[in-house]
């Protein structure tokens, strides 16, 4: 993907890794925006997604609430977000705010933190206290940086570090994490089992350690994902034509998945996206 101009008063980008990080590394999410404290505060919906990483804010912070318990907290500086299952609603600062997600590959981040996903499942932990203190001095170094492209390449050196030290590989169970990705139909865990040459006792227990929940729910939250993803896409479709589209028995069986990951219809959270940051300010 091309660069946007170097100097940018607002961004929300998508970025691939440097092939040297491409086993590990998905994708970058760069959100940069300055925001007019005078007008209401910008909320962004957040059901599950399938996915998990790390996150760095050298300039604002958000506030996480959770709808269903009504928690609300300041996220860290800097954290580890594991896979999400509950639905969060983050609440903009009023001021320049700078993000910069580093969305891995399955297995990618167990490979490298070599500690079971299942300990950041559904959290958002302070990097610091998991990882070390470098990451403070990558974030201090992010926030008096007006380049977004030596934003990434500061991020960068600091994950090819770290990758030097991982001495293990891809594991099968990986694969069959990004077989379910592309591809959220349920098989069956005899299936996926076979095609990781292992037992169903054996692929849960891996897929749990290395992704944090276990496949049929991973499953789940991809569909859900992909299915709004693709209605936001094509809003002239109807939900019926989503819920087939998507493997859906019907869109009941949708509807129900939409009310336990967003705690809404599937209309209330498209009118809730349609509010997030980066589509209010037009940077999606």
């Keep these: 993907m091309g660069w946007k101009p170097l100097y940018f008063s607002m961004i929300y980008q998508r970025i691939l890794p440097c092939q040297a990080l491409q086993p590990f590394v998905k994708e970058y999410l760069l959100l940069h925006f300055v925001y007019d404290p005078t007008k209401p505060p910008l909320v962004k919906p957040f059901p599950p997604l399938p ?3 790390l996150e760095f804010f050298p300039k604002g912070l958000v506030t996480s609430v959770n709808p269903l318990t009504g928690t609300v907290k300041q996220e860290p500086r800097n ?3 594991g896979q999400p299952v509950s639905r969060f609603n983050f609440i903009m600062p009023s001021d320049d705010y700078l ?6 590959h ?12 299942t300990e950041f499942t559904d959290k958002k932990i302070d990097s610091e206290l ?13 926030a008096n940086t007006e380049s977004y492209p030596l934003m990434i390449a500061i991020v960068e050196q600091y994950l090819r570090s770290k990758i030097r030290q991982v001495t293990t590989d891809i594991h099968a169970v990986d694969k069959i994490g990004q077989l379910l990705l ?11 089992a076979n095609q990781a040459c292992l037992s169903p006792r054996q692929l849960e227990r891996k897929f749990v350690e290395r992704l944090g929940i276990g496949p049929k729910l991973f499953t789940r939250i991809s569909r859900f994902h992909r299915a709004f993803r693709w209605k936001e ?36 959270l498209l009118s809730e996206s349609a509010l997030s940051p980066e589509k209010i300010l037009r940077l999606d």
């Design 51 to 53: 996915e998990h990483g």
């Design 233 to 268: 896409a094509n809003p002239e479709a109807d939900w019926l034509t989503v819920a087939v589209n998507f493997g859906y028995t019907d869109f009941h069986h949708l509807f129900k998945d939409f009310k336990e990951f967003a705690g809404v219809t599937p209309n209330t």
């Design 130 to 142: 998991v990882i070390n203190q470098e990451v403070r001095a990558v974030n201090d170094r992010l």
């Design 99 to 104: 993000m910069i997600r580093v969305i891995f």
């Design 182 to 192: 592309q591809h959220p139909g349920w098989p069956g865990l005899d299936w996926l």
């Design 106 to 117: 399955m297995g990618g981040l167990f490979r490298l933190l070599r500690i079971p996903m």
């Design 79 to 81: 954290t580890i977000y």
